[in-house]
């Protein structure tokens, strides 16, 4: 497994930032950069085997984590005790989370997600989410700008714009926890554990409770009041119509058992009054339990349309897609560091700061490049050496052939 230095997103300062991730596509830097050159250089051959090895490094993290993931997924076929399963767990989760580093994602904090799900969502829904049954997630994000929208109060009556927070990339993975199998054994095979893999684009952040699995729309307080507010009010005033009739029977029937010794006066249509007014309570009630019915499908198709138009991928698809992004990124950070390298020894801040000016200058592009990433990739590879604090890297004449033995090991 590899390691990694866990990155965390915090919402109250990321915004004043710039965003880690390398919008501009890896042809059109390479496009720039090999401007000029023929496709059989030793500039543009470097650049290719560095991209080679770099996705070689993910695809051979790819195949790790497939193959624990099918381990912990048939756990008969593999004899793990529960105890193994559990480690393999926890051992595939961080390997998600080394992926999505590696792709530039961050890890929401405890406090931001809370924050997030207590916040009103947008559109107006009540979500509660049972988290009792996961036993272990996974939240990152990568990307974050700010959106304005339209929101309307008052029953539509009022207006105004609003700047939400939303977030480019919203990665889930979510473990259920495993339930033993009927007359289990202690210590034996549990059931196959439950995934939950999504992967979604431009969510606001006070939505993203809609999201997680195990959620369930409730209504909201003042939708309670509008649909049953005039239904009790309703029933108050058809008890008071027919309240008259009802003493009038209820003495009747003390009379009828002895327990009054006075007939009491009964007044015609008592019973149709009453029947009538039994009838009008039930069409009431049947009317907004249909209301119920329909406001309650309305909001179940605002949660659908809002996971079916953001959501990216699912499940080993999320997974492929983050794997590809990993292997876009790695390249376009190496890549950038080393051709700025060629031009002579730097230390990593002027490093930085010259590629970030690049980045702006060539493509309008406001980014915070993680040049200690970069150089860490470079020197893993044989391509760059530092000194007191200096890195220097070497010639592409020099590069091939070592890149090229570290390709051809990799077959062997």
Known sequence: MLSFDMKVLDTNTSMAKKNHVITVSQERILNVLSEGLSESTDFVRSLRLIRLL????????SID?????????HPSQ????????EASSKILTDDIRSILIRANYVQLRDADIEKALTTQSLLRLNIQINRKHWNRSVIFSRGKHISSQTMTTWFGLRKKTIDVEVFDRLFLYVE??????ARQKPGTLLERPLFYVRLFENIPVA???????NCAVKMRNLDRCIMFGPAIFAVIGISAVIQTSWLALYGLARW????????????????????GGMLAILIWGYTQFGRYQKMRMKYLKTLADMILYRLLDRDMGAAARILDEASEEEAKEAILAYRFLLDGPSTAEGLDAKIENWLSAQFQEEIDFEVDDALAKLNRL????YTN?????????ELIAPLLAQWNALAQ
């Not at 009828?256 to 029947?275: F, K, T, Y």
């Open 382 to 385: 044989g391509i760059a050496t």
């Open 65 to 73: 984590i497939r193959q624990r993931l099918d381990k912990i997924v």
């Open 176 to 181: 259920y926890q495993p339930t033993p199998r």
């Open 54 to 61: 770099l996705r070689a490094e993910i695809d051979h993290q």
């Open 207 to 213: 939505d993203m409770e809609m999201l997680f699995p």
């Open 389 to 397: 604090d200096v890195w220097t890297a070497k010639k592409p004449t």
């Open 256 to 275: 009828q058992l002895g327990i009054d010794s006075v007939e009491p006066v009964v007044p015609g249509g008592a019973l149709a009054a009453i029947g």
């Open 78 to 85: 593999t004899s793990l005790s529960i105890a193994q399963r």
